[in-house]
Nanobody, 126 residues
């Protein structure tokens, strides 16, 4: 059974930093992509940062470029999201997810992801 467990969320002041972690287990497939997504109240879930697991290529939403960094530690089976210069608009539930298939759609496309964690809350105060 595939399991993804996020941690590292919390409350910070604007300009602060957080590092999210996602530990994965139980995979019966090798995901092409792993990524971080977020959903704020009343808004749709959106892609934040994705890494192509084999090549290591990374993809970011424009709103987080230059502030967030995604990385993976294969030995620890953990995905990370370093978030710096946080803004109040970054407040959301953050989820990690995996995607089996690589196709022509954007790596950040939410609907293409197969397995999801339960999320960790990030709150940024102004």
């Amino acid at each position: 059974q595939v399991q993804l467990v996020e941690s590292g969320g919390g409350s910070v002041q604007a300009g602060g930093s957080l590092r999210l972690s996602c530990t994965v287990s139980g995979f019966f497939y090798s995901p092409n992509y792993m990524g971080w997504f977020r959903q704020a109240p009343g808004k749709e879930r959106e892609g934040v940062a994705v890494i192509r697991t084999g090549a290591g290529s990374t993809y970011y939403a424009d709103s987080v470029k230059g502030r967030f960094t995604i990385s993976q530690d294969n030995a620890k089976k953990t995905l990370y999201l370093q978030m710096n210069s946080l803004k109040p608009e970054d407040t959301a539930m953050y989820y990690c997810a995996t995607r089996r298939i690589r196709d022509s759609s954007s790596p950040l496309e939410v609907s293409r992801y197969n397995d999801w964690g339960r999320g960790t809350q990030v709150t940024v105060a102004s």
